[in-house]
């Protein structure tokens, strides 16, 4: 059974981008519209990783991943962003994100990336 991915990003082509991606590379992928309703299925079913954007419309994204880890505490993060802080870095490792890729990034570096959280 293919690893389960959480695809939780505000931008529709760049979500849309990433899905696809994942789902060429043989895993099965999630994405919902918003992380209200990405929350709402996390209660619903486990993943093995999530790929969420540091900034997200409805719950942001330390918000969205605190919630997030109090239903699913060992699910690793990978954290796609455009520009980050050191503090909004530290903020994330904090929420234990195992991973950071800087947008825009290689296709090729985001699925050898996902495929080590996803193993370890």
């Known amino acids: 059974m293919p690893a389960k991915i959480l695809v939780v990003q505000g931008e529709e082509e760049i979500r849309e981008f990433v899905s696809e991606a994942f789902q060429q590379a043989g895993y099965a992928v999630v994405a919902p519209v918003d992380s209200y309703v990405a929350l ?3 209660q619903e079913s486990e993943f093995d990783l999530v790929a969420l954007s540091d900034q997200l419309p409805i719950i ?3 918000a969205f991943l605190r919630l997030l ?18 503090q909004g870095r530290e903020n994330f490792e904090t929420l234990s994100v195992q991973a950071f890729l800087q947008m825009p990034f290689r296709i090729e570096d985001m699925l050898t990336t996902v495929e080590e959280l996803v193993r370890s």
């Open 40 to 42: 709402e299925m996390a």
């Open 69 to 86: 880890k109090e239903r699913q505490p060992h699910i690793p993060a990978l954290l796609l962003y455009h520009q980050l802080s050191k």
């Open 60 to 62: 942001d994204g330390p």
